[in-house]
């Protein structure tokens, strides 16, 4: 008999219990989107603005769907015209090998999707500088106590400081510095990874002199009878103890970075995100707003893909995870 | 055998507080031969870890100084190898790593790199190590990781093993277990060890001299016992041993006699419960 009823427990208990497990993993986050979506759209309709109803979200899943029909519809042109651009060149070289060749660029707008190619790539490069400075000058920071004295009222003043404020003095200092007749990169670019750069890189230069500065003492103990040298103290004590700030510091860093560079682009209209949203706004057709709001999902989305990329390396690199 | 190895003269250490200079030591000498096993014992506060400290370099003595063979001490030096109470092992580094870093530092001209795996391997053998070569701190006891820092430490070939409270972290089967290892490996290799610690029978046991502390502020000397028992020593059959017991008395009525420290529990300077920052240290590292 007992033995029947710890068999049912078994039977019946533990996979309810497992299952519970699941739905909380699962089912609740589901059920958060859901409601979500609900409330979504049954209060779009209400809100009247001069675009029409705010969009809900059959609408946006629509006008996602029409953005990315206009991608492929252009990369199909574009094949088209370099298909022909190329056949054409091929004929004049036939005709006359010395013949003047030019190969042009598709000349059609960017789509969606190139543009958040073209945000993706600008918020990683003005990332990568941000963290090439920050984490040296952490270090610095985080081991010499008058170092720390020196730039610590710095970091406090700048780290506040928006990127919009930024913005007209890093454009003024590129176009004035940055001249060059065959430039490696657009002008745009550069302004929006130097801006990116400027404002994302505080906490990473926190986190990482933090962390330097709180080397457990023991440890630095051991490394003073070990009489390590100063690199060889940096490179195998300082470094690895504090990895798992530093990366704290990228983490928030990335996704400053990110909220940054759409702001970033919209106020400078350099190709990207935020070049979108600013266009459909000026545009001000009915499906703008649809449109902007496929934008916010998918800046949105990114981010958490982002700060998702940086947790995965985070767990190869740090020896505390 | 006789010559005085290590000489400690003079010594006072002053801290600079904000109530004016606080006097740690006071006047502290001692002369340790070479082989000899040294332990200081003393209350809470009364400067051992400074005495050790100094010793190994990581302070600096106000007035006097400290000589190791004929050369005044003043920096840190592997020939004083430290072994630290919560064992201070890299956490990122495996337990063979933590070895190889003090094996390349201090032999990496004289060692070839065949030569410096096997040293690092003998040495985790010596303290039955070698099985957990590859595992992190984090994945191994307290006791182990213990036994790797005694293994790092040691590895260093130093003329003197400074152990602060080596085993105070450990439970007292684990801390029993550890004290014969480091008999058997201090009877192989007859090191010069000076060891910091709290525990009267751990004293008596390991010790070929225990010099008593008094209290401080301004603590120096106070009585150095010779421990004249044969060894190999065997904790079981000393315990009945009537100069071992009597070693004991003499130790326990120095600590809580002579020096008995009269402090509530509750004014206590909170640096000097020497065990819960130091864990919570660790705990941040």
Known sequence: ?321 | MNKTHLELTGVEMAFDTPKGPFVALDNVNLKIRKGEFVSLIGHSGCGKSTVLNIVAGLLQASKGGCVLNGHEVNAPGPERAVVFQNHALMPWLTVYENVELAVRQVFRKSMNRQARKQWITHNLELVNMAHAANKRPGEISGGMAQRVGIARALAMKPSVLLMDEPFGALDALTRAHLQDSLMEIQQELNNTVIMITHDVDEAVLLSDRIIMMTNGPGATVGEDLHIDLPRPRNRVTLADDARYVNYRQEVLSFLYEKQRKLESLNNRRPGNTSAAPKTQASATA
């Open chain 1, 1 to 321: 008999m007992t033995t029947f009823s710890t068999k049912w427990i078994h039977a019946v208990g533990v996979p309810s219990r497992d299952w519970l497990a699941q739905a909380q993993q699962l089912l609740l986050p589901l059920l958060g989107i859901l409601a979500f979506l609900g409330f979504w759209h049954l209060a779009a309709p209400q809100v009247q603005t001069s675009l029409g109803a705010f969009p809900g979200p059959v609408q946006v899943w629509e006008q996602g769907g029409q953005l990315w029909q206009e991608h492929t519809n252009q990369r199909e042109r574009a094949d088209k015209f370099l298909a022909l651009q190329e056949a054409r060149n091929a004929r004049l070289l036939a005709d006359n090998p010395e013949a003047d060749v030019r190969i042009r660029r598709y000349p059609g707008a960017p789509t969606f999707l190139d543009q958040v190619r073209t945000s993706l790539g600008t918020v990683l490069a003005g990332f990568a500088l941000a963290s090439l400075v920050a984490v040296p000058l952490g270090v610095m920071v985080g081991l010499n106590h008058y170092c720390q004295a020196a730039i610590n009222p710095l970091i406090q003043i700048f780290k506040p400081v928006s990127p919009l404020a930024w913005l007209p003095l890093v454009t003024m200092v590129v176009s004035a510095t940055y001249v060059s007749d065959d430039p490696m990169f657009e002008k745009s670019f550069v302004t929006s990874m130097i801006t990116v750069t400027l404002c994302s890189l505080w906490p990473t230069l926190i986190n990482t002199s933090v962390g330097v500065a709180a080397v457990s003492p023991d440890l630095m103990n051991v490394s003073r009878v070990l009489r390590l040298s100063f690199w060889t103290h940096v490179r195998k004590v300082v470094l690895p103890s504090s990895v798992p700030m530093i990366f704290t510091g990228l983490r928030v860093s990335l996704g400053i970075a990110w909220m940054v560079l759409i702001a970033a682009e919209m106020l400078a209209q350099s190709p990207g995100l935020g070049k979108f949203v600013w266009d459909e706004f000026q545009n001000g057709s009915s499906q703008s707003l649809s449109r902007i709001m496929v934008a916010v999902l998918a800046i949105g989305f990114i981010g958490f893909l982002l700060d998702r990329a940086m947790l995965l390396i985070q767990k190869k690199v740090a020896w505390n995870e």
